[in-house]
Every structure is written in C-alpha cells, then in structure tokens.
C-alpha cells in the first residue's frame, strides 16, 4: 500500500491517536472537505461543518438522552457507577422540562448584572497573581496564574470557604475524560467514582453549613430556593454544583493557556495588543475561534429520520459536533488558521448552542479580558520559555496545556 493509499484508509476522526489530541485541526480540515457528516469509528456521526454544527445544537428535535447514552456506552448498570448517578442530574445533560427547571435556577447568579459585580475582585486576583511572580522572571503559566485565577472566582461564587479550597486543588485528568466520546477504562471509572463520593460528602455537609448560616453566595442561594419548596433536590444541589465548580475554572483555564500560546506565537499580534489594548475583547472571541477550549458536545436525535448535512440521523443516534471544526470553517472565517486578533464578526461555537449554550460564557469572557489586559500592561515583554515543545493534556473534549513555561526580563516590566 501506497503511502496516499495509507492515508486515505486513515480515520479523519480518532479520538483514540496522540497526534490527533496534540493537533486535531488537519483532521478537522479532511472532514469538511472530504465528508463534513462523518461515520465515526467509535459509532456517532460527526458533524464539521459550522452550518451543520450551529443547525444541529439549535435544533430542538435533537437533544442529550442521557441515561440511554450510558448504557449504550457501559451497560444497564451505567448509573449505578457513582459519577454517572450524580452526572444524570447536571442540567449539561437534561432534556426539557428538567433543563428548563434547573437552568433558571442557577441563572440567577449569572445575570450580566451579577457578572459585572464580579470585575473588582477579578482584577485584584489578577494583580495578586502577578505581583507574587513579577520580579521573577519566569513562571509556569498554567500553574501560577492559568489555574488559580478562575479557580478562584468561582470557589468564590459558589461560597467554598478559602481553607477548604485545598481539597480540590490537584484533581486527576479523569476529571476531563469523563466527557470524551471514548469510554473510561475500569480503572479510571474507578478513580472517578472515589472523587465523586468524596466530593459529594463535602458538597453536602457545606450545603447543611449554609443553611444554618446563608451568606450571598450560589450555594446559599440554591439551599434556600430548595427550602421554599421548589423541585430541586438536595442530589440534583450536589451534582450541578458540581458541574459548575467544574465548568466554571477548567475551560477557562485552558482558555488562558490555549489563548496566550496563540498571542506568543504569533508575535506580531502579541504587538498589536500591546499598541491597542481596546482590541483585547475581540482578540479574546479570536482565541475562542482559533482553539476551542472545549473541542466537542454531543447531541442525539429524539425523532425518527431527522436529515442535516445530506445525511438521515436516525432517531437515537449520536451527532458529535466538532465545534473546534466549525470554528476554522473557511466558508465562514477567510484564512481561518490564521490568528487575528483585529478579525471581524467572530461569533465562535465554542460555548455550544440553543438552550445548553454556556452559563459562564460570559464570565469566562470576563475574567480573559482582565487577565490578558493586565499581562500585556506589566509583562510587555513576555515570551515563551521553550517555544520548541507544548505537552497536552490527553483529553479531547477540553483541549488544553499541561504546562506552559513563560519568561520576562524583570526589570522591563518594573
């Protein structure tokens, strides 16, 4: 065989490959062109293309049928695994009414007036973050600023008192997985279910210390709505607080890394920052476009025969829409694997679409536009420590560094 032959036989889509985690886009590219409603080799179809992927996560026949997409994937006793119990409460997986329900709920500590409240104690985190490594030189970005600046925001939001916030500080990469279209291994189910009871345990007994003493925070406030009698249960409390602890720090965390590496290696934008910092909030939907922090979501269709991208998506079958490929979809984004912070009408998929389009998109957007605007104003000079290697986490769905050394002359940036 040929080597053109060996690589027309080669999957475009395999989750499963190093070099496809480490660099999906060329894959990404072969689907569009090649056959944008793709038959996978893990059994989904996969959608490409953006007007497909926007049709399909607007389209309300299609939906997240979770309980059945476990047990398809791990047998009838899927939800009886601990992580996957609590995960069938996450309103990221609930059809309506219970979406619905839940969602309005938690809404109402993410209103653009609430979120805004939040940019004072952004910035002073940031400017803490960066007064404690300034005079360093050097940092690991992800490590020293990446991480602790949502994690931080959002333990703040949901009222994790600051001493207990150790606890969470070194979760596993089966924290991401538990979202990837490949099937967790028995010993990686098994670690997850451990983290899950943990957690739960922890969740619920702050829970019980909310309301004996309610402050302002997420927590008390969903403790509260429970008590006045609305339908949402203490495990329904447990799993989407969760969630959001969860989505509230780790995408945006690769948001940070995944965006300051684009600026780094595209120097003259790093330039143009710099020279009009008021560019900063497009070239944050720019770093969203140009590598998604979260590459995939998943629908199913709930009715018989539904057609998208010349293809009939039968009724209990999957759709994976890559919103990575979407993103860079030429006949939407002119020279889309170009890196442009000035581009015009950047309108990124990466926070989903229809009723499950992210609750914290608007936060994440937030706390990027600080985090960026004070690095390019204290550490103008900033670079890359080792611009020949970046290691990548092994996950899919959340696409994102494991570390991302980073340097500065101290001086310069007095």
């Known amino acids: 065989m040929s080597q053109q032959d060996a690589k027309a036989t080669k999957p475009a889509f395999n989750p499963f490959s190093p070099d496809f985690v480490r660099d999906p886009y060329p894959s990404f590219h072969r689907l569009r062109d090649e056959e944008p409603m793709h038959r996978s080799i893990i059994g989904p179809w996969v959608a490409s293309r953006f007007e497909d992927v926007d049709a399909i996560l607007r389209d309300r026949r299609f939906g997240k049928d979770y309980a059945r997409r476990m047990k398809t994937r791990y047998g009838e006793d899927a939800l009886k695994e601990p992580m996957f119990a609590s995960m069938q409460h996450w309103m990221l997986v609930q059809d309506p009414p219970d979406h619905t329900r839940l969602r309005g709920l938690v809404a109402k500590a993410f209103t653009p007036r609430q979120l805004q409240a939040w940019r004072p104690r952004i910035e002073a985190l940031v400017s ?99 008590e006045e009698g609305d339908r949402l249960s203490e495990v329904e409390m447990i799993g989407n607080i969760f969630l959001l602890f969860g989505a509230g720090h780790e995408t945006t965390v690769n948001l940070l890394g995944n965006g300051l590496l684009a600026l780094l290696t595209h120097p003259g934008q790093w330039e143009r920052l710099r020279a009009e910092p008021d560019l900063v909030a497009n070239a944050v939907e720019e770093m969203l476009r140009f590598d998604s922090s979260v590459q995939m979501t998943g629908r199913v269709a709930l009715e018989d025969d539904i057609d998208v991208g010349g293809v009939t998506v039968a009724r209990g079958e999957m759709v994976i829409c890559l919103l990575g490929a979407a993103n860079r979809d030429p006949e939407v984004y002119d020279d889309p694997d170009d890196f442009q912070v000035d581009r015009a009408n950047v309108k990124p998929t990466s926070f989903g679409g229809g009723i499950h389009h992210c609750l914290g998109a608007q936060l994440a957007r937030i706390e990027a536009e600080i985090a960026f605007k004070a690095l390019l104003s204290r550490l103008p000079d900033l670079r890359l420590a080792d611009p020949e290697h970046q290691s990548w986490r092994p996950t899919f769905t959340l696409r994102g560094l494991t570390t991302l050394p980073v340097a500065w002359t101290p001086s310069a940036n007095a």
């Open 128 to 226: 803490e973050l960066l007064d404690r490594v300034q005079d360093r030189g050097e940092m690991d970005f992800l490590s020293d600023f990446a991480y602790p600046l949502p994690f931080n925001v959002i333990c703040d939001i949901l009222g994790i008192p600051p001493e207990d916030r150790d606890r969470f500080t070194h979760s596993s990469e089966v924290s991401g997985r538990v979202i990837d279209p490949t099937p967790l291994s028995r010993e990686e189910l098994d670690q997850a279910n451990a983290g899950m009871l943990e957690n739960e345990a922890y969740f619920r007994d702050l829970i019980a210390r909310r309301r004996q003493n309610p402050g302002d925070d997420l927590i008390s406030l969903l403790a509260e709505v429970e």
